[in-house]
């Protein structure tokens, strides 16, 4: 059932999208995130597609891989679509009882639709071809400037990585705790919402104790392995800044200037 | 040398309750030795075994590792890179997504030098029979391959000891196996002295020396045959004796003279026929 998350996942690969550093494209992608808020033309997508399409080719990620990571967020697309096209005022189309389209509401859906489509696929193209360490390394060195005003970059980073190594762990867990509920006859999959949310009681205060019981063991492996924050703490994979990283983070960055003044 | 002179440890609860987990302990653990360490649950061996890398620091008496004082501050991160240890359970001391990353923690917090931290990781995936694995996310590995990376993560530190407490609980049997003649290797081939905590009657029969613990107190401790060949004391400690030692023992009482030390089945058919 929670087989098909794919948050964090990476794919590994040797493209020229792979190798790049992760700062490089962390900055990117919060430059396309920029940029894409201040698209004013529904044909100016055009250009956003063609440059998530070449992303894709390069990187060599499989199309279908990628928009199996839409599923999530399809919920939250029907439900801002239908806010947009309903509740927009202007120029009328349809009217289905008190509900109506307008020509804007239509423009605007579609905007916001492509928004966090082009937004979650970007995002995902991030994950898929940059190993989570990696990520989090990039991560904690965009943010060490920010350290001097007190701002806990490397505990940030640290906390990211753990998560990303458990989230697998606690996804099995949760499947064996349902299967065991369910073994004693608990039903998750019939009444109404409220049943529902109230079955998930018996799954998650487990799960909790749990995770818990595993915090405490795992900061005590970390400590006998001494473990003691960023000071004094070398790592055995150093990023490097190339010349080619310096040129797509300069090339990703006047690209969505230009998008979101002219486009 | 590690040097355990008359330690108590006395856990604090919430609730002003004090629990007396270690009750005068002491003992000497040699260089180059294969110790282990059996006791019923409760016995209060995981919170000795905790007191080898300064996790906890006795209440009284003192813990000498190396001749550095366990109760020093200053010396907790150098003890800690001569004490190596390895938990019980396999998923929850493996920090990083990915092997090498994993086993390379230990070392990049030693401050070690990136080139230097690589060729430790290759080193010790190799040496526990995990080389290839590298890139491979912990998440995909049996219980027993988990068990071996921690061990590589701790190796890789080049510690002098390695104290596994219940390393094997949570395993399979061939997860067992393997880990067991990791650490026998590491012990015979790379010198390391290790301290084994478990509840394996068989593991402890492989050891130089055995110590058995009961309320927080060390009750016998000899080489496995001396131990095992006192079946009514184990038994009194609920505690499991090799079978054969135990036919041996009632063979004996019975009147038909066997070396009460025998451990196998081969040995115990030498006695027989
Ligand atoms: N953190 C703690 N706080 C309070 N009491 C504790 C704590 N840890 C252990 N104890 C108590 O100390 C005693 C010894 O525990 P310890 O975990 O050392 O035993 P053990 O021999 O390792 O047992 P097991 O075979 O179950 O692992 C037990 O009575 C236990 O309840
Ligand atoms: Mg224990």
Not at chain 1, 23 to 50: D, E, N, Q
Not at chain 1, 201 to 206: C, F, M
């Amino acid at each position: 059932m929670f087989r098909d998350i794919t948050i964090g996942q990476y794919l590994p690969g040797e493209s020229f999208i792979h190798r790049l550093d992760p700062r490089t494209k962390i900055l990117s992608v919060l430059f396309f995130m920029v940029g894409i808020f201040g698209l004013k033309h529904l044909y100016s997508y055009l250009f956003v597609l063609a440059l998530t399409l070449t992303v894709i080719l390069v990187a060599r990620i499989p199309l279908g891989y990628l928009l199996k990571g839409l599923k999530p967020i399809f919920i939250i697309l029907i439900f801002t679509v239908g806010l947009h096209l309903f509740l927009t005022p202007g120029q009328i189309l349809v009217e289905i009882g008190p509900l109506s389209i307008t020509l804007e509401g239509i423009m605007k859906a579609s905007f916001m639709a492509l928004r966090l489509i082009f937004l979650v696929l970007f995002a995902s193209l991030l994950t898929l071809t940059t190993a989570p360490m990696s990520l989090t390394d990039g991560l904690e060195k965009l943010l060490a400037p920010f350290a001097k005003v007190g701002l806990p970059a490397h505990e940030l980073a640290m906390m990211m990585s753990i998560a990303l190594r458990f989230i697998p762990t606690l996804i099995d867990e949760t499947d064996k705790i349902m299967k065991a509920q369910k073994a004693r006859g608990a039903d998750f999959e019939s009444g109404n919402i409220w049943q529902r949310a109230k079955s998930m009681i018996p799954i998650l205060v487990p799960l909790f104790v749990s995770a818990f019981r595993r915090a405490d063991e795992l900061a005590m492996a970390m400590e006998a392995r001494c473990y003691r924050g960023s000071e004094g703490r070398t790592r055995m994979k150093q990023l490097v800044y190339r010349k080619t990283d310096l040129i797509v983070t300069l090339g990703m960055g006047s690209a969505m200037v230009a998008a979101f003044f002219f486009l | 040398m590690i040097k355990i002179d008359n330690v108590i440890h006395t856990y604090k609860k919430h609730s002003d309750e004090e629990v007396q987990a270690l009750c005068g302990i002491s003992l000497d653990i040699q260089e180059g030795e294969f110790l282990v360490i059996i006791g019923h649950n409760g016995s209060g061996k995981s919170t000795l075994a905790k007191h080898l890398n300064t996790l906890l620091i006795p209440s009284e008496g003192q813990v000498l590792i190396d001749g550095l004082d366990s109760t020093d501050p200053d010396m907790v991160w150098n003890i800690r890179s001569r004490v190596g240890m390895v938990f019980q359970n396999p998923d929850n001391q493996l920090i990083a997504t990915t092997v090498e990353d994993d086993v390379a923690f230990g070392c990049e917090n030693l401050g070690i030098e990136s080139g230097e931290i690589r060729a430790r990781v290759d080193d010790a995936l190799a040496t526990v029979g995990m080389a290839g694995f590298g890139n491979k996310e912990p998440h995909y590995l049996s219980g027993g391959q988990k068990q071996r990376v921690a061990i590589a993560g701790v190796i890789a530190m080049r510690p002098k000891y390695l104290v596994l407490d219940e390393p094997t609980a949570m395993l399979d049997p061939r997860g067992r196996q393997e880990v067991m003649e990791t650490i026998h290797r590491l012990n015979k081939e790379e010198g390391l002295t290790i301290v084994h905590i478990t509840h394996y009657m068989e593991e402890a029969s492989q050891a130089d020396r055995v110590v058995v613990m009961e309320d927080g107190k060390i009750v016998a401790q000899g080489c496995p045959r001396e131990i095992f060949s006192q079946v009514k004391l184990l038994k009194s400690l609920r505690m499991d004796v090799p079978p054969m030692t135990e036919l041996a023992s009632i063979l004996n009482e019975a009147g038909l003279e066997v070396d009460k030390t025998l451990l196998t089945v081969e040995e115990m058919v030498d006695a027989l026929c």
